[in-house]
């Protein structure tokens, strides 16, 4: 099971949301991607948008969804949380500067064509270029599908950790993945 895109076409938000999602560019709408290599507009929607900018947050509320290209982040309420900029003279009011991360709470799912994970919560972090999903993770391919409670995937390399705490052979609720050697990507699996 794929959980990135190949490296020159890798984002960290593509990435998430698959393992979601979610935005490390700068922290402009213009630059953020939910689709790997994609120019097109992000278009996000929800109920109602907060904007705080004395904490530079955005928070998008009530059944969020970004759309980028064929890529969809769905979630309660998506937060995106910026970096503090130093204003630049003296006296200037400051403002919002990098991406620091973005967390979704509530109903998580983000969808590709290929690929798609379901989990209570998410969170990128820029700093760490990790995404951590939380609360019954379900990440699928195809007919592939890896399950558990924990999912953290480091962005730059890809390196993917399914982790629960139930222990021991017979434990109900260990990791486990249902995967079919024959299936091409997206593909149903051929018949013997």
């Known amino acids: 099971m794929t959980f990135l895109p190949a490296a020159s076409q890798r984002t960290p938000l593509s990435a998430l949301m698959l393992a979601a999602a979610l935005l490390a560019a700068p922290a402009t709408p213009a630059n953020a991607q939910l689709a790997a290599g994609s120019n097109a507009p992000v278009d996000i929607t929800a109920d109602e948008l907060e904007v705080i900018n004395a904490r530079c947050l955005a928070i998008w509320r009530g059944s969020a969804e970004a759309l980028q290209d ?102 109900p609720g260990r990791v486990r993945g249902v995967f079919y050697p024959n299936q091409t990507q997206g593909q149903p699996a051929a018949k013997r």
Request: charged content about 20%.
């Open 70 to 171: 064929n890529s969809r982040l769905r979630a309660d309420v998506l937060t995106i949380r910026y970096a503090a900029a130093r204003p630049a003279r003296t006296g200037a009011e400051s403002s919002c500067g990098a991406l620091q991360g973005l967390d979704a709470q509530g109903s998580v799912y983000y969808v590709t064509p290929a690929q798609r994970v379901r989990a209570n919560a998410a969170v990128y972090d820029a700093a760490s270029d990790t995404i951590t999903m939380t609360g019954d993770v379900v990440a699928a391919q195809g007919q592939n599908v890896l399950r558990g409670e924990r999912l953290v995937i480091q962005v730059a390399t890809g390196q993917a950790r399914m982790e629960t705490s139930a222990r021991g052979a017979g434990t």
